[in-house]
T-cell receptor, first 107, second 113 residues
Framework: KNEVEQSPQNLTAQEGEFITINCSYSVGISALHWLQQHPGGGIVSLFMLSSGKKKHGRLIATINIQEKHSSLHITASHPRDSAVYICAVRPAQKLVFGQGTRLTINP | GAGVSQSPSNKVTEKGKDVELRCDPISGHTALYWYRQRLGQGLEFLIY????????KSGLPSDRFSAERTGESVSTLTIQRTQQEDSAVYLC???????????FGPGTRLTVT
């Protein structure tokens, strides 16, 4: 079993829909990251969380440390949100990555 | 300011040849990471440098892989006697000491034929 599990693996939705991507992990961590990888391969850091909730524009990330679970939400989704979203946890100095969720938003 | 840069952006090599990949981290970032992403798979940690400490090499998949870093600047990842399974995008990331956020480079796409 992977230390970091994401669901769903693939998600297709219509423009405007509310999107939720989930991440569960099995190790103790000091931080959790949500990353976005666009089709060209570039990776952008969206959030770094150690507790609670963070919001940036239409993106919201939450974490429940006790349940070892985090969610990434996208409100009013748009085709430009189409990308792979990666959850990564930091048990030590290095990141452990989930397999990613491929999100496709159709116009 | 400049972000993390990597070169080359693409590399095609024949099986059995050695390759060297380069990463220039953000100036002042003491920590540097190498990751690998095979086609359709998630990111895998390879190696981590932090200042003058001994690097964490626990992610290197075989002794054909090695990496060096000169002080707190450029790093090179060397793959000897490349195999087809080495084909992947190799990503470098750096972060500032004491911070969690890593900044990723654009990656080097390695294809071994």
């Amino acid at each position: 079993k992977n230390e970091v599990e994401q669901s769903p693996q693939n998600l297709t939705a219509q423009e405007g829909e509310f999107i939720t991507i989930n991440c569960s992990y099995s190790v103790g961590i000091s931080a959790l990251h949500w990353l976005q990888q666009h089709p060209g391969g570039g990776i952008v850091s969206l959030f770094m969380l150690s507790s609670g909730k963070k919001k940036h524009g239409r993106l919201i990330a939450t974490i429940n440390i006790q349940e070892k679970h985090s969610s990434l939400h996208i409100t009013a989704s748009h085709p430009r949100d189409s990308a792979v979203y990666i959850c990564a946890v930091r048990p030590a100095q290095k990141l452990v990555f989930g397999q990613g969720t491929r999100l496709t938003i159709n116009p | 300011g400049a972000g993390v840069s990597q070169s080359p952006s693409n590399k095609v090599t024949e099986k059995g040849k050695d390759v060297e990949l380069r990463c220039d981290p953000i100036s002042g970032h003491t920590a540097l990471y190498w990751y690998r992403q095979r086609l359709g798979q998630g990111l895998e940690f390879l190696i981590y440098f932090q200042g003058n400490s001994a690097p964490d090499k626990s992610g290197l998949p075989s002794d054909r892989f090695s990496a060096e870093r000169t002080g707190e600047s450029v790093s090179t990842l060397t793959i000897q006697r490349t195999q087809q399974e080495d084909s992947a995008v190799y990503l470098c990331a750096s972060r500032i000491a004491g911070a969690y956020e890593q900044y990723f480079g654009p990656g080097t796409r390695l294809t071994v034929t």
